[in-house]
Structure formats: structure tokens, C-alpha cells
């Protein structure tokens, strides 16, 4: 049975940071593309940051580059998310989420976690 469960979330004033974590069994993700996705309250849920399979060559989108860093530890089979300089905007439910290779389509991806709450507000 294949799991994904994120954790290290919080809130958080602006500017500062958090370190996502997504744990995984049944699946070794060295092996596949992890996505972290965040979903704001009524807004579409948006790909941030993919890792690839094997080398792990890292992918951002505009909106976080600089700020977030995705990593890998295959040792303990888990995806990171280092988030920084934080900002309200930022808030949302963040998801981990792996298909084969790194696309930012929701619809494409073939196991999701549950969802970590990330709040930033002063």
C-alpha cells in the first residue's frame, strides 16, 4: 500500500520558515518525481517545486524560486520542502504528490498525501 504523509507545517510570521517533510511507504521515490502542490481557500491547487526521479535535478515555479528548495533524502525515503521568507500569500493546504516525471498537472499524478496546513500571518 503506497503512502505519502506530509508534515511540519504551522504558522508562521512573514518572513520567516518552515521545513515540509513527505514521508513515504509502499514507494521509493528515488525512484519517481515528487511534487509539492499548495491549494490557497478558494483558489485552484498550484504546483511549486518538483524533484526527478534518480540525479533528483530540481524544478521551481516563478513564484517561489529563490525562496523554497526542494530536496531528497533517499535513505529515509522522504521529499523536503525548506520554505523561506515566508510570506501571507503563502498560506494554503501544501501537498506532496509523485507521477513518473515532474509536470505541474494535478490530473497527472498517481499518489497524493493528505495535506500539511501552512499558515503565514503577522
Not at 521509493?28 to 504546483?47: C, D, H, I, K, S
Amino acid at each position: 500500500q503506497v503512502q505519502l504523509v506530509e508534515s511540519g507545517g504551522g504558522v508562521v510570521h512573514p518572513g520567516g520558515s518552515l521545513k515540509l517533510s513527505c514521508a513515504a511507504s509502499g514507494i521509493t521515490l528515488e525512484y519517481v518525481a515528487t511534487t509539492w502542490f499548495r491549494q490557497a481557500p478558494g483558489e485552484e491547487r498550484e504546483g511549486l517545486a518538483c524533484i526527478a526521479s534518480n540525479q533528483g535535478i530540481p524544478y521551481y515555479q516563478d513564484a517561489v524560486k529563490g525562496r523554497f528548495f526542494i530536496s531528497r533524502d533517499n535513505a529515509k525515503n522522504t521529499v523536503y520542502l525548506q520554505m523561506n521568507d515566508l510570506k501571507p500569500e503563502d498560506t494554503g493546504v501544501y501537498y506532496c504528490a509523485t507521477e513518473r516525471w515532474c509536470t505541474w498537472e494535478p490530473g497527472r499524478k498517481d499518489y497524493w498525501g493528505q495535506g500539511v496546513q501552512v499558515t503565514v500571518s503577522s
